[in-house]
Structure formats: structure tokens, C-alpha cells
């Protein structure tokens, strides 16, 4: 028997069942048994595994494959951003250009431009990758504001620009896909998520990084190192780091925006052209690249020879390696969960209940998000259970792009434990599980919501004409 051939037995209630006394595991023995979180992932991820009935004899396969298939990704970014935060950092770079937007927009509007320019930056770049380029500049502008002793205040209004964008903008994968299976207009989603992810930033972005900042004083994380008091006297132009922080958004733009190009039929992707600009474009090689030119402009041209730069950016890994390892059980937690069929043992129950095509779109991607994990996963299946119904409906393009923006709404709802993406970003920020909850899991839910209760308005004032 194939893994691929196996049947799950069980009915979503007992699968929901099971997820739900899994999670209260996880939160059960890393809060209150104190429980090293990796440690407490990998054993309640194989209990899980068991519980449900996935065969014993693939169950280490599911296992691997999962921690392998985060890991993989997750490595290459964090690996490759903690290099070039090393470099930036070490280099004067960070300080410079953390004074130079606090003299341009003030301390207290510092949160503010920090959100908008991840937002910016958010557009071609992946929410890891950009999360990663960014973090050496918020806690650069952390520490000059703060001391150092307040990173939430600067990190989640730039966490949850890149999160908004990814979520609701083309040619991010979720909107295309979902678009794909709705055969939505690209253009209008795009416009639509424009109208939506704004909005939806200001208030679960950059209010929320506010209040939280205020009622969570965390101080910002030694990832990079410490303070480095021996900078050198002659830091890099603050135009320097500009366009290092650029490079590897253009070179990603390559890739994202060659692929929606291709989707949308005025690009054939299969051209060596442009499979050679989508291949640099791909967010590890582009952050290579771009680690690199750093090594250049702020290493060798700056004088320091080969052996300085290396150790450098050595001393960079060891901090990561909790994140990325933690951040992998996470995703094979996820896995098992998926494996266990659980997704599809919901969508099935919950295509049966009759509603409106944009909430069922919604909450079908919702349910789905929190039972599992991925958003990847809950967009696809929810996209494709909506699917027929919306393409047999007499709905404008107006109204498909609301409904494609519905579905992606509802897969970013609470992120939680099963979710890599919770891991990473409260890893980055020096959070504990519980602080994350509080704080990540809350701002995924009131943005997926925010959003929703948006596209709903767009999807009413579409159907008047």
C-alpha cells in the first residue's frame, strides 16, 4: 500500500477532535510544563499521527517529509536575511538608516514608516523573505527609539504589512490561485485587494502594533547579535542600504511578476528567458545574490579582508538555529494534520450546509486555516469547493474578485501552533507561545475579519450594478 492510496476512516468530528487535543497538548506542555517547544512538537506530532490512523508504517515518512518541507524554505531565507542583518547591522548600516527615518518622520511616527515601507517592499516580496530583509532595520530603529527595549511596537505594523500584502495582493500565490480556479480578472483583484489591504493594514497593522507594543514591552531580540559599539566611524551611505534592500525586491518582482504575467496570457513562461529571470527571481536565490553584494559593498570594498567577512557572517547562524528547527516541527505538525485528511473530511461537511457563496467561501477557508494549518491548503481546497458554484452563477467580475478576496481572507484566519508562520514570526521577535497567541493569533483573526467585513462591502455595492 502507497501513502497516496490510504483512506481515512475517520469522520471529521473525531479528526476535529483529535486536532483539538493535539493543540491543547502543544500549549499544555510547552506553557505549563515548561516543555522546549521543539521537543514538544515532534512528540505531539507523532501521537497525533497515531491517533489518527495514518498506517504506522509511513508515519516516519510524514513526519521527515514535513519538518523537510518547511525547513527546507525557511533555512535558506532566515539563513541567508541573518547573514545580510549581520552585515547591514555590523557595517553601520542599520544605524544610519534608522536615524535617517527618525530624523525624516520622528520617533513617534518611526512605526508608521516602517509599516509603510514593508507594504511597499510587501508587493513582489513573500511574507518570510520580506519579514527577514526588514528585521535588521526595525530593530536598528528599535534600539535608537527604545533603547532596545521595545521591538513589538516596531516589528508587528512591519510584520503585518508584509502578512496584508501577501494575503490579499497578486502576484502573491494565494490571490492567483484562488483567481485561477474563480477565473477572476487579475487587474481587479488586484485593485480590489488595494482597497482592502490598506485599510485592513491601518488597523490591524498599525493600530494593533500600538496597543500591543504598549501592553507587551519586549526587548528586541539579539538575532543579529548585540549592539555592536565598534561600528566603524564611516558607515555606508544610507543610499547604499536603500538599494540593497531593493535588490532583492526587483530581482523577486522578476519572478512573481513573470508568473502572474504568464496566468494572466501576456507571457510565455516557458521561454528560457524567462525562465532564467524566474530562477533569480526565486526568494532564497534572490536573498543570495543580494547576501553577495553585501559582502562586496560592506565587506571587501570597506576593508576588511576575506577571513573578517567570513566569520562574520558565521557568527550570524547561531542565533537562527532555534528559530528554524522550531519553526520545522511546526510544519510538520501541520503535515500530519494534513495527512490525516482532516482538511477534506471539513470541506465536505461544510459544503453541505447551503450558505452564501462569498461566506462560504470565507468560512470554509477559515475552518480549514485553524484545523491545519496551512493557508496555502485552506485556499486551494476552499477555492476549489466554491469553485463550480461561482463559475455556474450569474456574478459580475466585480463580485468574483470579492469572492476570491473572501477566500483569502479566511485562509490567513488565526494562525496558530500548526502554523509554520507562527513560529517564524514569533521566534524573530523573541515571543513565547503564549505572548504569540496573544499577539500574532489575534492580529491574523481581527485581519482576517477586517478584511472580510471589507470584501463584503465591495461584493454589496457590485451587486447594484
Known amino acids: 500500500m502507497e501513502l497516496e492510496t490510504w483512506e481515512q476512516t475517520l469522520g471529521a468530528a473525531p479528526l476535529l477532535g483529535i486536532a483539538a487535543g493535539a493543540i491543547a497538548a502543544i500549549l ?95 508587493f513582489p516580496m513573500f511574507f518570510d523573505a520580506g519579514l527577514v530583509m526588514m528585521l535588521p532595520i526595525i530593530f ?58 490598506i485599510p485592513t493594514w491601518l488597523l490591524t497593522g498599525h493600530l494593533w502594533g500600538k496597543f500591543v507594543g504598549r501592553k507587551f514591552v519586549l526587548p528586541v531580540p539579539t538575532l543579529f547579535g548585540g549592539v555592536d559599539e565598534d561600528q566603524p566611524k564611516n558607515p555606508p551611505r544610507v543610499s547604499t542600504i536603500i538599494l540593497l534592500l531593493l535588490l532583492p525586491m526587483a530581482l523577486i518582482f522578476l519572478n512573481t511578476g513573470l508568473t502572474t504575467l504568464d496566468a494572466a496570457g501576456f507571457v510565455d513562461a516557458s521561454q528560457g528567458w524567462a525562465q532564467a529571470l524566474i530562477l533569480i527571481g526565486n ?45 520545522g516541527a511546526g510544519g510538520m505538525f501541520g503535515a500530519v494534520l494534513r495527512t490525516s485528511g482532516i482538511g477534506e473530511a471539513l470541506s465536505e461537511t461544510l459544503d453541505s450546509w447551503g450558505m452564501p457563496v462569498i461566506l462560504a467561501a470565507f468560512i470554509i477557508a477559515a475552518v480549514i486555516r485553524v484545523a491545519q494549518g496551512s493557508a496555502t491548503v485552506a485556499l486551494v481546497t476552499a477555492a476549489g469547493l466554491v469553485g463550480p458554484a461561482v463559475l455556474a452563477g450569474d456574478f459580475n467580475p466585480m463580485q468574483i474578485a470579492a469572492i476570491t478576496l473572501a477566500t483569502a481572507a479566511g485562509s490567513v484566519f488565526a494562525g496558530h501552533v500548526n502554523d509554520s508562520g507562527f513560529w517564524l514570526v514569533g521566534r524573530l521577535m523573541g515571543m513565547d507561545v503564549k505572548t504569540t497567541l496573544k499577539v500574532w493569533t489575534v492580529q491574523q483573526t481581527i485581519q482576517s475579519v477586517t478584511a472580510f467585513l471589507l470584501v463584503l462591502v465591495v461584493y454589496s455595492l457590485a451587486s447594484l450594478f
Do not use: C
Request: net charge positive; charged share 10%.
Open 28 to 122: 499544555l506542555l510547552i506553557i505549563v510544563f515548561k516543555v522546549h517547544a521543539f521537543v514538544a512538537l515532534v512528540i505531539v506530532s507523532l501521537l497525533t499521527a497515531v491517533a489518527t490512523g495514518i498506517p504506522t508504517q509511513f508515519i516516519s515518512e510524514v513526519l521527515v517529509d514535513g519538518f523537510a518541507g518547511t525547513i527546507g524554505s525557511v533555512a535558506l531565507l532566515v539563513g541567508f536575511g541573518a547573514m545580510l542583518g549581520k552585515l547591514v547591522e555590523h557595517s553601520g548600516g542599520a544605524k544610519a538608516l534608522a536615524d535617517a527615518l527618525v530624523r525624516l518622520f520622528g520617533e513617534k511616527r518611526a512605526p508608521f514608516a516602517l509599516g509603510m515601507a514593508s507594504l511597499i517592499m510587501g
Open 140 to 197: 536598528a530603529v528599535a534600539h535608537r527609539v527604545t533603547g532596545g527595549k521595545n521591538v513589538l511596537a516596531y516589528g508587528i505594523p512591519a510584520a503585518a504589512a508584509f502578512s496584508v500584502m501577501h494575503v490579499f495582493l497578486p502576484p502573491h500565490p494565494g490571490p492567483v490561485t484562488a483567481a485561477g480556479e474563480y477565473e477572476a480578472n487579475i487587474g481587479i483583484v488586484l485593485l480590489v485587494g488595494l482597497v482592502i489591504a
Open 283 to 327: 526568494s532564497p536565490i534572490a536573498l543570495l545574490i543580494t547576501v553577495v553584494v553585501a559582502m562586496l559593498v560592506l565587506g571587501w570594498r570597506r576593508g576588511q579582508k576575506g577571513t573578517a567577512v567570513e566569520k562574520l557572517v558565521d557568527s550570524s547562524l547561531g542565533p537562527i538555529a532555534s528559530v528554524v528547527i522550531i519553526t
